[in-house]
């Protein structure tokens, strides 16, 4: 079973690539998997069950996280974040609200792939828009 971490990495390489081709959410994580079983090893990989729920459930609730964040992300139209960023905020989102894992853990693991995969700008800009998630309603709400 592969790390939490690693899971989230993977997690949020499938909602990216989700976002950008605009294709059912199963095709994603099956070419995921596919590409690990071609690049990684001749043996076809386990799946990980903690990284499909993150991404169906995402995925599933896409609408409700989205609103989330557009209201969360003064002066931010979600079409014009960058996808790492919005990605990396849809995933964090959905974990805080529907998994238990306590807020504070999923807002580190979100700035680390923000670090990673993204810009510092970008690290700010998530703690901000994810911190005003976790503390309450949206602005003018």
């Known amino acids: 079973m592969p790390s939490r971490r690693r899971s989230r990495e993977h997690a949020l390489q ?5 976002d950008m081709r605009k294709q059912p959410v199963d095709e994603s994580i099956d070419a995921f998997y596919g590409t690990l079983y ?5 043996v076809e990989p386990e799946r990980d069950a903690f990284l ?8 599933e609730r896409v609408a409700e996280i989205d609103a989330l964040i557009s209201a969360h992300a003064e002066h931010w139209r979600l079409e014009r974040m960058p996808a790492v960023d919005r990605n990396i905020l849809r995933l964090a989102i959905y974990e805080m609200r529907q998994t238990d ?6 807002i580190d693991e979100a700035l680390e792939l923000a670090r990673r995969f993204s810009t510092e700008e ?15 309603p949206a602005a003018g709400a």
């Open 38 to 42: 071609s690049e990684e090893s001749a």
């Open 122 to 136: 970008s690290v700010q800009f998530v703690n901000g828009v994810l911190d005003a998630v976790h503390r309450g």
């Open 101 to 106: 894992t306590p807020a504070a853990v999923v």
């Open 52 to 59: 499909e729920q993150l991404v169906r459930g995402t995925a």
């Open 14 to 18: 499938i909602l990216y690539q989700w």
